[in-house]
């Protein structure tokens, strides 16, 4: 398992943009398969992306073509770029992380994952 913690959340209007980051507490190379998650009270958690090491992220289609994840090697950073946000948007953002895939899974949604971090608030108002 590792270390993760979420930070840049906060409040815009419908159209803005915001940039979350997911600091790991290891080599960002070492760790196999990582997302961002979503989460409205009351509702099921909803994965946004999933980015496996060296690859091409995927997401879920209320999100793409305007969210993108990257990882930042010499940062050891999990990015989630955030534009043309919309209020449905809106939820506590979270990082999740499979370090070691010791089950062998396929780095895809839906899937584990077995590290967290405390999550972020976004808000986007109309």
């Known amino acids: 398992q590792v270390q993760l913690v979420e930070s840049g959340g906060g409040s815009v209007q419908s159209g803005g943009s915001l940039r979350l980051s997911c600091e790991v507490s290891r080599s960002i190379r070492s760790v196999y398969c990582m997302a961002w998650f979503r989460q409205v009270p009351g509702k099921e958690r909803e994965g946004v992306a999933v980015i496996e090491t060296a690859g091409i992220p995927t997401y879920a289609a209320s999100v793409k073509g305007r969210f993108a994840a990257s990882r930042a090697d010499a940062e050891n950073t999990l990015y989630l770029q955030m534009n043309n946000l919309k209020p449905e948007d809106t939820a506590v953002y979270y990082c999740?992380?499979?370090?070691?895939?010791?089950?062998?899974?396929?780095?895809?949604?839906?899937?584990?994952?077995?590290?967290w971090g405390q999550g972020t608030q976004v808000t986007v108002s109309s």
């Open positions: 999740a992380a499979d370090a070691d895939n010791e089950y062998d899974l396929p780095c895809v949604l839906p899937r584990g994952f077995n590290s």
